[in-house]
């Protein structure tokens, strides 16, 4: 819910968490501690992830909305390919990631006698779709300690106005850039044809069996519609995005 002196306002909105601090200059929040710990309502708040309790329904130690939808990317995988590249396992770091992601690319992946990819990302570069993909990279190399790192600065140090305060000139940021830089050319190429208002269309290619691995957070729901080769859906699992296999000082 949302209070302001804007004339033109409603009583409820659905809204991105990165706004929130734009909604409190204007006064636009209005507590909802008092809903949320109502007997009378039953709502059962610890039900609801820590995560999401903290980083999304809260602002400076109030509750301001309701969690409707959560994004959270995971790495899908077709664990039927393992055997082709020796792996017992899934990838565990970014750097396994890419050899095997390396050694299935250009082969047949789904019986349809076509060379598929290594990974499903979309590389357009004026969609914006790809920044999902980067910062799931160097989120693992820039907050290997916990939320206390930042990921897109470095708290510490934005009060003092400094440059390093903003985490892209660092060796963790660029061994990020290269390890998605490197990912990309095992990816589908666009077609001038692709529009950035479809966005599932690299799912689609993943559901279709034409990639061994994409970082997603829907992908089971687009099997439900698109998947047209069964082996695909029993056989793909998800986990966790890769870590590192090193450590960088930021």
Same mark, same amino acid.
């Given at each position: 819910m949302m209070q302001s002196n804007l004339a033109n306002s409603y009583d409820g909105w659905l809204l991105d968490p990165y706004v929130y601090g734009l909604v409190n200059k204007y006064n636009g929040f209005y507590p909802l501690d008092d809903f949320?710990? #109502?007997? !009378? @309502?039953?709502? /059962?708040w610890s039900d609801v992830t820590e *995560?999401?309790? &903290?980083?999304?329904a809260t602002f400076k130690n /109030? !509750?301001?909305? *309701?969690?409707? #939808?959560?994004?959270?990317d995971?790495? *899908? $995988?077709?664990? #039927?390919? @393992?055997a082709r590249?020796?792996?017992t396992g899934p990838p565990q770091t970014w750097t396994e990631l890419l050899r095997m992601a390396r050694? @299935?690319?250009g082969t047949d992946l789904n019986g349809d006698g076509r060379a598929d $990819?290594? !990974?499903?990302?979309d590389v357009r570069a004026d969609c914006g779709y790809q920044v999902n993909n980067l910062m799931a990279i160097a989120a693992s190399m820039l907050q290997y300690s916990g939320t206390a790192q930042g990921v897109f600065f470095d708290p510490p140090s934005i009060s003092t106005g400094s440059p390093s305060a903003i985490l892209v000139n660092n060796p963790a940021f660029q061994s990020a850039l290269q390890m998605y830089i490197n990912l990309t050319k095992l990816a589908p190429p666009f077609l001038p044809t692709d529009t950035c208002t479809d966005p599932s269309l690299i799912t689609n290619l993943f559901a279709s069996g034409r990639c061994a691995f994409i970082v997603g957070s829907r992908i089971f729901k687009v099997f439900v519609c698109v998947c047209v080769c069964s082996c695909i859906a029993s056989h793909t699992l998800c986990?966790?995005?890769? &870590?590192?296999p090193l450590l960088y000082s930021i």
């Open positions: 949320v710990n #109502d007997p !009378i @309502l039953g709502i /059962q *995560f999401v309790r &903290t980083m999304h /109030q !509750i301001v909305g *309701f969690p409707v #939808d959560v994004r959270m995971l790495l *899908f $995988y077709r664990k #039927d390919l @393992l590249v020796n792996a050694a @299935l690319n $990819y290594g !990974i499903c990302m986990m966790a995005v890769p &870590t590192l």
